[in-house]
């Protein structure tokens, strides 16, 4: 068992209220209201982008080569996420001038900010962890939702969204982050500090599943 997903067997309420949320459900079935949609790729965007400095951070805080290019990777794969957002976003008629001007909802600060913080207080493995949910769990949804594949999707609705993070690209980008964990536990964590860090992803799973509460409330 790596230490990812160790970290879900300590945690395993709040994972499930965000991998099993009932948007991600509606989602994968095709039935999630346009808006609620609508108003989560306005906030991911606004997201990706606290994120991306998230990914710089670890750049800072590491002290290998190989972690900084392991952040590097990171940073790039969020920053080409951002992308998929302004297309996606396009195609519902919302600009990128519209998203760049769009407020920060709640949800969106409280987690981008503790994962902020997490990396400001502690250090590259914290950081690390706090990201984990976000960027390995998304890769669990895709796969979740595509189970026979991308071409099964055919022509649903939010097939683009699937494809993205159960394709390979995006596979591979969180198969690289769960490594890197795996590394950075070799190096520093203990069975006491462990509980720690299974606070951290207990909360940052919480905080996942508080922000599609949030685009789902915004289709009333």
């Known amino acids: 068992m790596d230490v990812f997903d160790r970290l879900k067997q300590a945690a395993v309420p709040e994972w499930q209220s965000y991998v099993d949320h009932a948007f991600v459900r509606q989602l994968g079935q095709g039935t999630l209201p346009e808006a609620a949609f609508r108003t989560y790729l306005v906030q991911d965007y606004l997201f990706l982008i606290q994120f991306a400095r998230a990914w710089a ?76 949910p976000c960027v390995i769990g998304y890769a669990e949804i895709g796969n979740a939702l595509a189970p026979d594949g991308v071409a099964a999707l055919a022509e649903h609705p939010y097939r683009d969204w699937i494809a993205e993070y159960a394709g390979e690209a995006y596979q591979d980008v969180a198969a690289a982050a769960r490594k890197q964990l795996d590394r950075l536990a070799a190096r520093s964590m203990t069975e006491h500090r462990f509980g720690e860090l299974a606070a951290l992803f207990s909360k940052a799973s919480q905080l996942e599943a508080d922000f599609w509460q949030m685009g789902l409330e915004a289709a009333g």
């Open 57 to 132: 951070l670890a750049a800072y805080k590491s002290r290998t080569i190989a972690d900084i290019r392991a952040a590097q990777m990171g940073l790039a794969a969020i920053l080409d996420e951002t992308e998929l957002h302004v297309r996606l976003c396009a195609r519902r008629g919302i600009s990128r001038a519209e998203l760049d001007a769009a407020p920060e909802h709640p949800a969106t600060v409280a987690y981008t900010r503790f994962v902020l913080d997490c990396g400001a207080a502690g250090d590259l493995l914290d950081l690390q962890v706090a990201l984990a």
